[in-house]
């Protein structure tokens, strides 16, 4: 399957921590990364591989894995993290093709 | 600190060819490495990724989008290019280009702001 699956929205109060998951095939294989989009912006890669985060990220962003399970954690969400979310990750067809999650609405309470 | 930028006409017809032109500045293609990628968004919709080239040349594209999509790489310009043929309305999108890297990580990590194309008569 080609396809990643992540919830339409979710909410959260501030300053607690949400959880914003993304499943597919071939999270099995491969590490998902996620990105951050603000309205009208280009999105921001906050998390790739195992569990990195570029150079200015706050630590607050954090990501991991299960089966076929991608999961970014956002602990002490602040209202600045309200965003879309995308995840993203290869193919599971083995060829360098990519695929990205459907975006998840963050709100921060 | 790498950077890329977009260009190219804002407004195509419906069934010409969409031509955008990503330049790179901050890192050389020709370094290897990386995926110089394509990354359309339809207008309040999610991400969709149109291809990648690497610097040699190969390239890698979208299957829905495949029988339309040409890109390719000019690295003495440290630029690389996007043509799209047959366009109709549902090809009106922001398109970003950015790069890639591919492996068991897979992740764009610099990406350009973005430039609306409009497919209108």
């Known amino acids: 399957s080609s396809e990643l699956t992540q919830d339409p929205a979710v909410s959260v109060a501030l300053g607690q921590t949400v959880r914003i998951t993304c499943q597919g095939d071939?999270?099995?294989?491969?590490?998902a990364s996620w990105y951050q989009q603000k309205p009208g912006q280009a999105p921001v890669l906050v998390i790739y591989?195992?569990?990195n985060r570029p150079s200015g990220i706050p630590d607050r962003f954090s990501g991991s894995s299960s089966g076929n399970t991608a999961s970014l954690t956002i602990t002490g969400a602040q209202a600045e993290d309200e965003a879309d979310y995308y995840c993203?990750?290869?193919?599971?067809?083995?060829?360098?093709?990519?695929?990205f999650g459907g975006g998840t609405k963050l709100t921060v309470l | 600190q790498v950077q890329l930028q977009e260009s190219g006409p804002g407004l195509v017809k419906p069934s010409q060819t969409l031509s955008l032109t990503c330049t790179v500045s901050g890192g050389s293609i020709s370094s290897g490495g990386y995926y110089w990628s394509w990354i359309r968004q339809h207008p309040g919709k999610g991400l969709e990724w149109i291809g990648y080239i690497y610097y040699s040349g190969s390239t890698y594209y979208n299957p829905s989008l495949k029988s339309r999509v040409t890109i390719s790489v000019d690295t003495s310009k440290n630029q690389f290019s996007l043509k799209l043929s047959s366009v109709t309305a549902a090809d009106t999108a922001v398109y970003y280009c950015?790069?890639?890297?591919?492996?068991?990580?897979?992740?764009?990590?610099?990406w350009g702001q973005g430039t609306l194309v409009t497919v209108s008569s």
């Open positions: 591989g195992k569990n």
């Open positions: 950015a790069r890639g890297y591919s492996g068991y990580d897979y992740y764009f990590d610099y």
């Open positions: 071939s999270l099995r294989s491969y590490y």
């Open positions: 993203n990750s290869r193919d599971s067809s083995g060829n360098h093709l990519g695929v």
